[in-house]
């Protein structure tokens, strides 16, 4: 499992926002260190779960004031994000996959996500949400 390496490219031109999304390529990187090992799998869901009521919330509050088409379909994608999640974490706990196994399907599941959510979905909004004050 290879790595993602962050580019200035990937930055959706809001400064929070865009920390989130690279602690998002943080915790997958610390994952493929981690190479199956169970260590990282607990801390790695806890992050995600932060990831998840922070971000999402935040986003999806800062896109609600803004005109922009389509939100119910941006919004849609969080709730999958947050149900995968979900449905992870539970095949984790009942014992059912190994950890290597858990690792490399969370791994491609968020380097997935980073190209098709982040790098697409989320890149229409840049130029149109407030910066922080
Ligand atoms: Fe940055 Fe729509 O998640």
Same mark, same amino acid.
């Given at each position: 499992?290879?790595?993602?390496?962050?580019? #200035?490219?990937?930055?959706?031109?809001? #400064?929070?926002?865009?920390?989130?999304?690279?602690?998002?390529?943080?915790?997958?990187? @610390?994952?493929?260190?981690?190479?199956?090992?169970?260590? @990282?799998?607990?801390?790695?869901?806890?992050?995600?779960?932060?990831?998840?009521?922070?971000?999402?919330?935040?986003? !999806?509050?800062?896109? $609600?004031?803004?005109?922009?088409?389509?939100?119910? !379909?941006?919004? $849609?994608?969080? @709730?999958?994000?947050?149900?995968?999640?979900? $449905?992870?974490?539970?095949?984790?706990?009942?014992?059912?996959?190994?950890?290597?196994?858990?690792?490399?399907?969370?791994?491609?599941?968020?380097?997935?996500?980073?190209?098709?959510?982040?790098?697409?979905?989320?890149?229409?909004?840049?130029?149109?949400?407030? !910066?922080?004050?």
């Amino acid at each position: 499992m290879e790595k993602i390496t962050w580019k #200035p490219s990937f930055s959706v031109g809001h #400064p929070i926002l865009d920390q989130h999304h690279q602690t998002l390529v943080e915790i997958t990187n @610390r994952l493929v260190d981690a190479q199956g090992g169970n260590s @990282r799998i607990a801390e790695t869901f806890e992050l995600l779960d932060d990831y998840v009521s922070t971000h999402f919330q935040l986003e !999806e509050s800062l896109l $609600a004031a803004t005109d922009m088409d389509n939100l119910e !379909e941006h919004f $849609a994608s969080h @709730r999958s994000f947050t149900n995968w999640l979900d $449905a992870v974490k539970a095949s984790y706990n009942a014992g059912g996959a190994s950890s290597f196994y858990i690792t490399e399907t969370v791994v491609s599941y968020l380097k997935n996500w980073l190209v098709s959510h982040i790098l697409v979905t989320d890149m229409q909004y840049k130029g149109k949400i407030n !910066e922080p004050d």
